[in-house]
């Protein structure tokens, strides 16, 4: 039986006594929503460490390797070994299309991998879409525990720093790295109303990215199901959202606020600059060349 009651692994664990009056003052930490927003600083790994262990938790994660992308995976696992959930339960579903070509990577006890076989693509848009529809059958295939959590990572990116229990929550979303500074008018938001992605210029929170989410399981098949649902309906109206999934991604975590937010430290990307109030970069996209990796 899983208990939600808060106890600590050890009586006697040993961290720094938390303060309300200093933290991080260059960045914000809570939405108005009164979601956190994690930045290095805003938490004590130990204390939630200590806090998660004895709930005995397993973090679902995972990552589409369709066409070239397969180029990206071994990287991307063996990283993830390194810093994604380290000491807990993890099960990585790799979805591909060639699924002789997932690279061996040694996985610590309590991790594994499972592959599954999807069919390639003629357009990159439908391999990136489609994944809102394989997170939702894989959800609804496997027995849903409450304090199950999964992730939604993209393929052609590493980690390079701790991504561990700071992140769990109901419904989790990533701020983008490239627009957080910029008026909420001009983020990429879909913005004919037509479509069921769509954004009013004077709406929405922040831009989140589609390559990565979470949450409960409960709360992220709902997401999936609702994208899917809403990329369908727009397709039957010959519509394809701006930026596909992560539209209607946007769209959603808008109408249903993210009950924990994670800083662009959870999503750089390797082209840009570190920005100084970006303390550590855990997970970034790197850098490619869409005209040779995408089908066309
Ligand atoms: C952004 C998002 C991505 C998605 C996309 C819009 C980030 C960092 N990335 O990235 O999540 O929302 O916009 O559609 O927020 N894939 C394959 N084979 C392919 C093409 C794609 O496996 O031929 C998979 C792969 O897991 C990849 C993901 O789909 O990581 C997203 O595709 P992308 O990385 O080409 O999308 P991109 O860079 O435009």
Redesign the pocket.
């Known amino acids: 039986p899983v208990s939600h009651e808060f106890h600590l692994e050890a009586e006697h664990l040993q961290y720094k006594q938390p303060s309300i009056l200093q933290g991080r003052n260059d960045v914000v930490t809570v939405t108005p929503w009164l979601a956190p927003v994690v930045w290095e600083g805003s938490f004590d790994p130990v204390l939630l460490d200590g806090i998660y262990r004895p709930k005995n938790i397993s973090i679902t994660a995972t990552?589409?390797?369709?066409?070239?992308?397969i180029m990206f995976l071994k990287d991307f696992l063996e990283t993830a070994e390194q810093h994604f959930f380290v000491g807990f339960n993890v099960h990585v579903y790799v979805f591909t299309d060639q699924p002789k070509e997932v690279p061996r990577v040694q996985m610590a006890a309590g991790r594994k991998l499972t592959v599954r076989s999807v069919l390639d693509s003629q357009r990159?848009?439908e391999?990136?879409?489609r994944?809102m529809e394989l997170i939702q059958t894989l959800i609804e295939e496997r027995h849903r525990n409450i304090m199950d959590y999964i992730f939604c990572l993209?393929?052609?990116?590493r980690f390079h720093g701790r991504w561990g229990t700071e992140s769990l929550g109901r419904l989790v979303a990533v701020i983008?790295p490239g627009y957080y500074k910029d008026p909420r008018s001009s983020f990429p938001y879909e913005r004919r109303p037509v479509s069921r992605a769509y954004v009013a210029p004077g709406e929405g929170d922040f831009y989140y990215?589609?390559?990565?989410f979470g949450g409960l399981l409960q709360e992220v098949h709902l997401l999936a199901r609702t994208c899917h649902r809403n990329f369908k309906e727009d397709a039957r109206n010959n519509i394809e959202a701006a930026?596909?999934?992560?539209s209607h991604l946007n769209r959603y975590m808008w109408v249903n606020k993210p009950s924990k937010v994670l800083s662009p430290e959870y999503?750089w990307?390797d082209f840009k600059p570190r920005n100084p109030e970006v303390h550590i970069v855990r997970f970034s996209?790197v850098v490619?060349n869409?005209a040779k990796?995408?089908?066309n």
């Open positions: 990552v589409f390797a369709v066409g070239k992308y990159w848009q391999i990136s879409a994944r993209d393929v052609d990116s983008h990215c589609g390559g990565a930026w596909q999934e992560e999503l990307q996209g490619k869409y990796i995408r089908p």
